[in-house]
């Protein structure tokens, strides 16, 4: 019913920027909180940042400052905006759409996890 679909990863050095995008698709009347994960090898899933249906923000420590976290509602669409990339950023980048509501389903909501997108910093 819902499919999240990620782009935007990449190589990129050390000082860069990258913006990757997930997009819902699907008729879907609401989302709720939309998030950015990332696993980098050997370690656990963490939190990177998480936007509000009303535009409130939170970011890991690690990346304040540097990334930004935005919604499109019209577009079911979330971005993150990278900037000033270190290595230990490289990772895979994973959305998750929290509680969405779609059509014919009785106002059930669930949710969803996009597949992953690969960022590599290095020089």
């Known amino acids: 019913q819902v499919k999240l679909v990620e782009s935007g990863g990449g190589l990129v050095q050390p000082g860069g920027s990258l913006r990757l995008s997930c997009a819902a698709s699907?008729?879907?009347?609401?989302?709720?909180?939309m998030d950015w994960y990332r696993q980098a090898p050997g370690k656990q899933r963490e939190l990177v940042a998480s936007?509000?249906?009303?535009?409130?923000?939170n970011y890991a420590d690690s990346v304040k400052d540097r990334f930004t976290i935005s919604r499109d509602n019209a577009k079911n669409t979330v971005y993150l905006q990278m900037n000033s990339l270190k290595p230990e950023d490289t990772a895979t980048y994973y959305c998750?759409?929290?509680?969405?509501?779609?059509?014919?389903?009785?106002?059930?909501?669930?949710?969803?996890w996009g597949q992953g997108t690969q960022v590599t910093v290095s020089s």
């Open positions: 998750k759409m929290e509680k969405v509501v779609v059509a014919f389903t009785g106002g059930l909501s669930n949710d969803y």
């Open positions: 699907g008729i879907i009347f609401s989302i709720n909180a």
């Open positions: 936007i509000s249906s009303g535009d409130s923000t």
